[in-house]
């Protein structure tokens, strides 16, 4: 196994793609922190509180939530397009330990980028803001928690990309996921409706970066839903990996 993550770190480092993406997840998290912060600071008639200053600060967190689930999907169709995927299965003929791998390295290279970009982004937002009062344990929270949904959302991309193969129809699937249904779940009527909204992909995901519950779900029951989600999407595609020709 060890080979295996040794063979997948080579690979995700060294293609373009990876560098590049991670770049604008961490552009968008401490840009928009600069943005919004500073339209915030504009417009407070006093000093901002310490953690509307955390969550202003965080504010890419979203539009960031997009690069790494197109990073996710890339890490696995990017093989199936150019037919890389055919030289990886010889070389590790059981698919499931290849699945993995990359997996593991994925989250690892996810974690510690999105976790280093939140902390950045939130200090870039208080250095902007000037909070009256801040606590550094609901900075490392939200800190932990944004790069913990951050990861969680590239390798929901990742399990649509093995599910699908498909590039474009993966990426689209993970926006409409991601960032569209989560909307549209919200507006569906009656106290059923509630139910699903709150338990939807991301609605419930990103109660880990707000630290806040929702009524039926706190910040860790609400990531946990969410990692439900994100491993529906991965055994989906590690099934239809096993079964399919390459």
Not at 8 to 21: A, D, P
Not at 41 to 58: F, N, R, V
Not at 119 to 148: C, F, W, Y
Request: hydrophobic letters at 50%; glycine letters at 12%.
């Amino acid at each position: 196994m060890i080979d295996i993550l040794r063979s997948e770190w080579t690979k995700i480092r060294s293609v373009r793609s990876t560098v590049w993406t991670l770049a604008v997840t961490a552009v968008l998290m401490l840009g928009f922190s600069a943005l919004i912060s500073a339209a915030a600071k504009s417009t407070a008639d006093g000093p901002i509180p310490g953690e509307q200053a955390i969550m202003t600060g965080l504010a890419g967190t979203m539009l960031a939530s997009l690069s790494m689930a197109t990073l996710g999907v890339l890490v696995i169709s990017s093989e199936y397009r150019t037919g890389g995927i055919r030289t990886s299965l010889m070389a590790v003929p059981k698919r499931m330990s290849l699945l993995t791998g990359k997996i593991v390295v994925f989250a690892a290279i996810s974690l510690v980028v999105c976790a280093v970009a939140a902390a950045g982004a939130i200090g870039v937002g208080m250095a902007i803001s000037q909070p009256s009062s801040i606590e550094m344990g609901d900075v490392v929270r939200s800190s932990l928690g944004s790069g913990l949904y951050l990861t969680a959302c590239g390798l929901f991309g990742l399990g649509l990309g093995t599910l699908i193969r498909h590039t474009p129809g993966a990426i689209v699937s993970a926006i409409a996921l991601i960032l569209v249904l989560p909307t549209v779940a919200n507006q569906l009527p009656g106290e059923w409706g509630r139910t699903v909204a709150e338990h939807f992909t991301t609605n419930a995901g990103l109660l880990v970066v707000s630290g806040q519950g929702n009524g039926s779900l706190g910040p860790w029951s609400g990531f946990a839903v969410y990692l439900a989600w994100v491993a529906l999407a991965v055994l989906a595609g590690a099934v239809l990996m096993q079964r399919r020709d390459a």
